[in-house]
DNA sequence: AAGTAAACTTGACCTATGGCAAGAAATGGA
DNA sequence: TCCATTTCTTGCCATAGGTCAAGTTTACTT
């Protein structure tokens, strides 16, 4: 049950061996098609995942209608809706699979015993959701301070499969662009 | 030492009366003058505060070595640089207080303490931190979807006192939009 | 293999916001 | 109370990126 991939998420100084060891016993493997929905909308999520295969991303939509995405999961990230998982209340995302993915999936109320019995674990946790609130401030901040264009080109760099394999028009909503400007902007940057 | 406002902020399902008293117990009250620095950028922040009186700012500079700010602390709030007091970490940010104040203080040590003794405390914790984390991407969301006079509107409703006493630039840098569009965007909106 | 829908590109024009610079107003010492 | 800084406003012009609409190209479906 455990795998190279599950030690890795959960490497951590305050975890030993056996500790990680038990945390993945805990992970069942699980399958989606292209298009699947991990969580939509309105439902409390009761489980996280761990991406072993694939691409997904997270969205919302606006006013309009239109869909905004408003984060990618490339290959060893954790698919997770933070506020609904913990919060236990009804997710305001939706969670879509970008490709076919193989996933490992751990349930809240195994994770919430884990959770109090493994001191390490929580530290665990504590520090992922302490990275996750970095990176997602580093975004409002590139928003600010950095061109569309140089914005494309740091997504390009951190996230290159997702470049690869998602569709423009979700590239260009994650960026605050339209599609057509991040047409021109991919042009431009092809010619150089 | 416990006081109304300290029971509030860490009112929580799972904590006791008896166990907030514990926490509330380990603050001391501290105070700073405008301009104070609570955290300067390099540092690693070694407690956290919960602001009773006055207003407060983080902020980042820039490439060009502008400042932006990245948060705003009113009453009631925490003042916290998590990712550098939680991964022991040198602070990207700064955070400055805006007029005097008036705070209550838990050092990392005694946080520490009770985040492990106090099974309801680490929920806590992950409630606070789950609900910043969605106001972190909320603002995100903002970025890309609304007019810089619609983020200005919503900071009004929200942090109204910030605006009253934050300077003009500030509030612009927060908002990612220039001192001079801000001063427009007050204009037009004194006229309607 | 054909047909349809989705994804992407491109052109012409438009608009919100930026850049700069000058002046007015407010604020904070000494 | 006066001077020196900040802070804020405003005008003029520049520009990144938006809007809309017409093509292409690509990818599914049967």
Chains 1, 2 share one sequence.
């Not at 760099?157 to 260009?172: C, G, M, R, T």
């Amino acid at each position: 049950m455990d795998n190279g991939l599950l030690l890795q998420v959960y490497e951590h100084p305050l975890l030993s061996r056996e500790e990680i060891g038990t945390i993945c016993a805990l992970h069942k493997k699980v399958y989606f098609r292209k298009g699947d929905f991990v969580l939509k909308e309105g439902l409390v999520a009761d489980e996280y995942l761990i991406l072993e295969e694939g691409l997904a991303r997270s969205f919302v939509y606006d006013y309009n209608g239109n869909d905004i995405t408003t984060n990618f999961f490339a290959q060893n990230e954790i698919i997770i809706e933070v506020s609904s998982l913990f919060q236990r209340i009804p997710s305001k995302e939706n969670i879509q699979v970008l490709t076919d993915c193989i996933c490992w999936k751990i349930d809240f109320d195994d994770f919430q015993n884990i959770y109090h019995s493994i001191a390490g674990f929580s530290e665990w946790g504590r520090a992922w959701m302490s990275q996750s609130l970095f990176e997602s401030k580093q975004r409002a901040i590139s928003m600010i301070t950095d061109s569309a264009m140089k914005r494309y080109h740091k997504l390009l760099e951190e996230k290159p499969l997702v470049i690869q394999n998602a569709p423009l028009k979700h590239i260009a909503s994650y960026l605050g662009i339209t599609d057509s400007s991040l047409s021109r902007i991919r042009k431009a940057t092809a010619r150089t």
